[in-house]
């Protein structure tokens, strides 16, 4: 798989706001800060799968925050546009985006999107308990 292309501190900045925004649980803020990265990355035509996976990054906090909305079909249609750009548990796109382990987040983000698929959600899962794997990779 593709090593992930080397950030400028500002980008490095955003992407790293983004963790420790989404790590606390704030999903909207650090949706907000990965959205600068994603567009500085798509205006130096950065690799795409790259690319592709910050627009995946932020439809993840999109989903936990569809979670704490219990809007159930927002979170299953979210997970199937960003299975799209970065895999599926089984089958990442990308081992890693930077400093994000992308198999373990999926994991994660998974029995969400399991209970929102069902008639009846339980809604008992913690969104915050989520939080973004840190690697030396």
Known sequence: MAESP???SEEQEWLHA???????????DAHEAWEDL????????ADPPHVHGIQGLI??????LKVEERNSRGV??????LTDKLGTPDEPELDHLWVVNVRELLNDLLP?????ATED????????SVK???SDS
């Open 18 to 28: 983004g963790i420790a925004l989404f790590d606390s649980g704030r999903f909207w």
């Open 6 to 8: 080397q950030l400028s």
């Open 132 to 134: 973004l794997s840190r």
């Open 112 to 116: 969400f999107v399991e209970d929102a």
């Open 121 to 128: 959600p339980a809604w008992a899962l913690d969104p915050t």
């Open 59 to 64: 439809q993840c906090a999109a989903v936990l």
């Open 76 to 81: 299953v249609n979210l997970w199937a546009k």
């Open 38 to 45: 994603w567009k500085s990355l798509r205006a130096r035509q």
